[in-house]
């Protein structure tokens, strides 16, 4: 294992690239400013590869671990360690930054340090999220990240960004009071401690557990988003930048569900056990009702907006059936669907900086000017809709297996949105590729540039990487998925 | 004549000594100093400040001493909110000297000697333990303000400001001084520290003291502007000019805390079931009144008033929480997030206040919110100290006010008012709105005016060190939160 503190290094890194880009870079220097966001992202992303080569498989508990005391008034450390669960969404984070600089090389012309910048500060911030174990940590890197997301979306967003930066920050801060009040509610019962890992193993009676539980429940249901708290991701994808969207979908609505998988199971068991039901029937909710409100969207974002709801019921319904097969399932569907909804925005973000419109009316017949967007695109809606060999199935069959085993009736509920996820996918993807060339914008399009080419075929890559051969994936996960259903599977009323 | 006649030991109030004659020296120097030469009076206001720091450093000694026939005290709480004090009059004195060097009616010696007047009641105030020192110190701070307030004099809404205020602040000191009588007709002493004596021995007539504590509480509220005795907080604020007003919302919240703690904790701690009844209840309807009221505001400075209102309510969570059903084991807990609540608003409100004074120049307050249109694209870096001041009041983390409000919320929660927590937190989310509207104004919007911003070179290193302090101090705020506990554990 290595001796350098590698998770601070993932945190930090990305935050004073952010600044030295913010530093150096003015508006008249955008080149170097690109440079060095993209060198900072490159660095932050390689300082987290040790982190998977180095993992120790057969340790469910917390590895590449700092401890140090950072406000001992109040007994608060900055206590970092990543698991199996945790340990893939660093790297994802981190790779995915390298994508949001390159994917916003040519296209922002305005503010281009600021814009670099915010996405940096962003990616160390959420990287916070993943690997703090101390209660107050987590909490600081999960509001300040509101900061940036609330910049990015109102700075160089759409026509209508700043209801959506305001919708965005206000919906989101909801929800982190309440969790803010859990918080110190344990702190002060477990005797004044911060750490998460303590409070996995405090005794709470029911009644608390319940409001700790729905405390939570609100937190993260407002980010992952489940519905009825989701109104606010549509609204903030529309008018973000295609940069913005990338992370928003690809990284931001995980911290939501991992959320789950730190607090809500392991500290409040029998509350989660209690009220899976309910998580479940919203979950559901989300996955075919969604799933149908995507089919009449008749903007592209919106569409990939609401599937990226749907996938996500996938996920919170795996995490409240209780067995490994269906977290570990939920955690794939999680990474899977980070690879596949960035590529999408992308995909959309690449028509709109040719034609100026998402709306899938202003286009048809793509596929006679783009033939290479067309090739990739199709891949990843294929992979949207949960094709065999792409990653998107692999999360979903192993979430819906679970289920038939939980139970045959939610399992039938969750497989719908295999047929629904084709039918929004491929739909919108005939509309706007296939046919005739609908009118002479889209005749005068210009094929994908090399740097959309790379950018798309990596995606593309780990898309086929991980569908073809998920064991690299899973097997990080067992330990410590398996430590977690010890916590929540064991009762903590005494 | 002389024989019970005991020469006082001065060193305790050495500072404020110190203080009051270099001011009255300043008086009499000024009248040689022509307007053009103004700056030999600043320099000597804050050299005449830092001296008293220096001197306050050198005579603490860490013991609660009584002096002045124990009119007066010196223990930690006092000498630390002083050396805070200092430093927000001269962060004060430097961010106003653009301000009224550019407004010839306000460029007067006086406006220092008064500012001097005002922080020597302030320090009085801090140190009392006495209810006619406490409203010596009292009335000197509010005389010196209200001339300072009128100080514009062609100014119709500075006028009427100062005769709000004026008019206002002799009721609350009356109602001030009229619960100090029942209190004093109760137990006989118009000392602090004796009268908690008095109050541990019982046999007190209870109505009396419950009648004069609702005086008592009304003026201090008055005096912190908590609702429903808020109403001259945006008057003031708004017509006030903005170097008055930023002295106005920093300094005299050090000294309101310590009154509070003086008169509240130190002197009425057994009747804290009665007080803190009504300090909730103040407490509530300030976060309520001061966040709905400042969304409808256009006037950056009635809104901050506003916000101010909310902060001090906030504040009082701390103070209400101390002592939980006859039990004060949660008592220095919840009185030092208090104070420390009350340094990082002052750090924030010097800076808010600040960034007004950088924009505003000759003719031009810029005290809309919508003067800070558009900027980011004028100035990246002022637009960032602004926003980082927006989020830290509305208490969003890197940032003080984070700290501050999460301080108080534990205390809040650990004396089991979760009720109270609650309704703490839904508004500040609230209070996020008028926050982030005005972050919207500098970054999302295009500026109006172009004009650059022309303040000087001292003013702009001090407001971005005041940012960068809200940040740092963000990150790491254990040293001000542990002064804060080990001064009022050291002086209670």
Known sequence: MSTYP?????????????????????????????????????????????????????????QFVEMKTWIPRFNINYHLGVDGISMLFVILNAFITIIVIAAGWEVIKEKVAQYNAAFLIMSGLMNGIFTSLDGVLFYVFFEASLIPMYLIIGVWGGPNRVYAAFKFFLYTLFGSLLFLLALLYLFINSGGSFSILDWHKLPIELAPQIWLFLAFLIAFAVKVPMWPVHTWLP????????????????????????????????????????????????????????????????????????????????????????SALAIEGALVQMISHGFISGAMFFCIGVMYDRLHSRQIADYGGVVNTMPKFAALFMLFSMANAGLPATSGFVGEFMVILAAVKFNFWIAFAAATSLILGAAYSLWMYKRVVFGEIANSHVAELTDINKREFAILGVLAFCTLWMGLYPQPFTEVMHASVNELLNHVNISKIQ | MFDNFVVPDFLPAAPEIFLAVMAMSILMIDLLVKDSRRTVTFALSILTLLGCAVIQLMTSSGEIIYTFSNMFVDDLMSDLLKLFLYMTVIVVLFYSRGYINDRPEMNKGEYYVLTLFATLGMMVMISANHFVSLYIGLELLSLSLYVMVAMNRDSVTSTEAAMKYFVLGALASGLLLYGMSMIYGATGSLEITAIAERLYGGGVNNTVLVFGLVFLVAGLAFKLGVVPFHMWIPDVYHGAPTSVTLLISTAPKLAAFAIVMRLLVNGLITMSADWQNMLIILSVLSMAIGNLAAIAQTNLKRMLAYSAISHMGFMLLGIVTGVVSGDARYALNAYSSAMFYVIAYVLMSLGTFGMILLMARAGFEADNIDDFKGLNKRSPWFAAIMMMLMFSMAGVPFFIGFFAKFSVLQAVVAAGYTWLALVAVLFSLIGAFYYLRVVKVMYFDAPEDETPIMAGTDMRWLISANGLAVAFLGLFPQVIMSLCAYALLRSL
């Open chain 1, 6 to 62: 590698l998770l601070s290094f993932a945190i930090w890194i990305p935050i004073f690239a952010g600044l030295a880009v913010l530093a150096v870079g003015s508006d008249r220097n955008a080149p170097l400013a690109r440079m060095l966001a993209l060198f900072g992202a490159v660095a932050g992303f390689l300082v987290t590869i040790p982190l998977w080569t180095g993992f120790d498989v057969a340790n469910g508990g917390m």
């Open chain 1, 235 to 322: 609204d903030a994808h529309v008018e973000a930048p295609t940069g913005g969207s990338i992370v928003l979908a690809a990284i931001a609505l995980k911290l939501g569900a991992y959320g789950f998988l730190r607090f809500s199971l392991p500290i409040a068991p029998d509350a989660s056990h209690e009220l899976s039901g309910l998580v479940i029937a919203l979950s559901l909710i989300a996955v075919v009702y969604i799933g149908f409100v995507a089919l009449v969207q008749a903007d592209m974002k919106k569409l990939v907006a609401y599937s990226s709801i749907a996938h996500m019921g996938f996920v919170t319904l795996g995490f409240f059936m209780f």
